[in-house]
């Protein structure tokens, strides 16, 4: 059974910094790319940044040069560093990576974390 469980989620004061992470665990064959998406209150769910396996990155317009999306291959873990955050980044976060396991390739969804950030 593979799970993707994130932490590091929480309550924090507007400039403040938070960092995610995801680990995926389970019988893997491999990760193909991977990503951090958000949804907020009333919104669509939406990416907020993405990285392939070999580490090119993508990211939302909203959070260029604030947010930085990482990943340890090793750990099987995802990152997002999430600096000068805003009251607009709360929402909660999901890690999202497309996997490959002995039954074939599939998409897979972490629980999701609340990120709140305070005025």
């Known amino acids: 059974q593979v799970q993707l469980v994130e932490s590091g989620g929480g309550l924090v004061q507007v400039g403040g910094s938070l960092r995610l992470s995801c680990a995926a665990s389970?019988?893997?064959?491999?990760?193909?790319?991977m990503g951090w998406y958000r949804q907020a209150p009333g919104k669509q769910r939406e990416l907020v940044a993405g990285?392939?396996?070999?580490?090119?990155?993508n990211y939302e317009d909203s959070v260029k040069g604030r947010f930085t999306i990482s990943r340890d291959n090793d750990k099987n873990t995802l990152y997002l560093q999430m600096n000068s955050l805003k009251p607009e980044d709360t929402a909660v976060y999901y890690c999202n990576a497309d996997l490959i396991t002995w039954e074939g390739r599939s998409d897979y969804w972490g629980q999701g974390t609340q990120v709140t950030v305070s005025s």
């Open positions: 990285i392939t396996s070999d580490g090119s990155t």
């Open positions: 389970g019988l893997l064959l491999r990760i193909n790319s």
